[in-house]
């Protein structure tokens, strides 16, 4: 009997072929990646500086504040990173190695962010580390990283007027937010008079300072006030009189922690509201809305790249893929977002590098496009600042913003534009 007669030949080679397709599959379902990376790509090969690196391991840092009055902010960018490390740990990690976070906090204090730094570039090796949100935080561990020759992937919007080639910054530049908000203000909400209002530190002060030659030299307005409060200051009652004898156009605000919970409960309190002045913030997330409070915000405005509204496919996978893990009642803000970016954006640099190596991963960095980011396409300039769209959000009654404008392409970042220094 010849086997095209058997159908039980048939069916027993058939089996076997299923036996041998499986068995062919189980190291790419569960042990491709480690043995990918110490075949093609051994410790000794991609670790050459005397990283925390080994043949199943990569070790990096987390510093921000996870106590203090900037916790309310940096909360969310310690979650959205560990997510984006959790998935990246999930698909196989990088070069064939797990990711290892040691976190640090920075304690929304700016030496002991210093000394952090240092622990975990000299101490702990790290590879790269995510962190700080204020420019000071930053400015007091960029030194550490400079001569440490760390790599730090910064979240936060910023003043600009910075490069280093141990940072890369995944948050808007002055351009990108102060620039075109003012632009926006002036044009839809017809604003030609302004009143300047921060936190006291690097980023609200010279962030104000490029605002108000934007708003004189450029848009020939005028800038009728300008104040700024100690970091956790919580009595704005005599601010708020002299906004209320200036009568602005715009409040242009950029006071920042948990300092927001009490302007903007005590704004509501005197009679400034959103149905009545026009007031644009450079520092009001779905973060800090969970303490100021939707009834005291709603009506205001925030410049920002990133609302958790933004209705694309790659937002709606990631706010699930975070609420799933930080619970249903969980925000997601414009720095929380940024924050997610770092890992992935370092991940892409490591494998376009081969190597963990600080200055092949910066060599490999520029050009470097994430496809997949929430807030949409981004790429990575040489200037180690992120191309991104720019975007105004009206806060509403639930704590969440509208999107009621974004900047019609990707903004070029630069980091050091032309009359504003």
């Not at 704004?267 to 969970?290: N, P, R, S, Y």
């Not at 494998?351 to 520029?366: I, M, N, R, T």
Request: glycine share 10%.
């Amino acid at each position: 009997m010849s086997r095209d007669s058997d159908p039980s030949l048939d069916a027993l080679a058939l089996r076997r072929r299923r036996l041998l397709q499986g068995a062919a599959a189980l190291p790419v379902m569960g042990l491709s990646g480690l043995s990918f990376g110490q075949s093609q790509f051994p410790t000794a090969k991609v670790n050459t500086t005397k990283l925390a690196v080994t043949d199943t391991e990569v070790t990096v840092g987390q510093l921000h504040s996870s106590s203090g009055t900037m916790a309310i902010s940096e909360t969310g960018s310690i979650q959205a990173e560990q997510l984006a490390i959790d998935q990246i740990n999930a698909m196989g990690g990088i070069l064939g190695r797990k990711i290892k976070v040691i976190k640090e906090d920075g304690a929304s204090d700016w030496p002991t962010f210093a000394e952090k730094s240092k622990k975990l570039l000299v101490n702990d090796h790290c590879a790269a580390v995510f962190g700080c949100w204020t420019s000071a935080s930053r400015k007091a561990v960029l030194p550490v990283f400079e001569k440490e020759n760390g790599l730090l992937y910064y979240p936060t919007f910023y003043e600009g007027l910075e490069q280093s080639k141990n940072v890369i910054y995944t948050g808007q530049e002055a351009t990108q937010q102060i620039i075109w908000g003012l632009d926006w203000g002036a044009k839809e909400k017809k604003a030609k008079t302004f009143f300047l209002v921060g936190s006291d530190y690097i980023w609200p002060r010279t962030s104000m300072k490029i605002a108000r030659k934007h708003i004189e030299n450029f848009q020939k307005g005028s800038v009728k006030g300008e104040e700024y409060y100690p970091l956790g200051h919580t009595n704005f009652n005599s601010l708020i009189n002299k906004i209320k004898v200036a009568k602005p156009d715009c409040i242009f605000a950029a006071v920042v922690g948990g300092s927001n919970v009490a302007f903007y409960k005590q704004l509501k309190a005197a009679g400034i509201t959103g149905d009545k002045q026009f007031l644009l913030t450079l520092a009001v997330t779905e973060d800090e809305m969970t303490g100021v409070g939707g009834e005291n915000f709603a009506g205001f405005y925030s410049s920002m790249k990133y609302f958790q509204s933004l209705d694309n496919p790659n937002n709606k996978k990631f706010v699930e893929a975070f609420k799933a893990k930080y619970g249903k009642d969980a925000v997601i803000g414009d720095v929380t977002q940024a924050g997610y970016l770092g890992p992935w954006l370092w991940k892409a640099a490591v494998e376009k590098a081969g190597s963990f190596d600080v200055d092949k991963v910066v060599a490999g960095s520029p050009g470097i496009e994430l496809k997949t980011a929430p807030e949409g396409y981004v790429k990575l300039d040489a200037n180690h600042h992120l191309w991104s769209k720019a975007r105004i959000g009206q806060g509403q009654l639930d704590g969440t913003f509208k999107v009621v404008a974004e900047s019609a392409e990707l903004i070029k970042p630069d980091p050091f534009p032309k009359g504003y220094q």
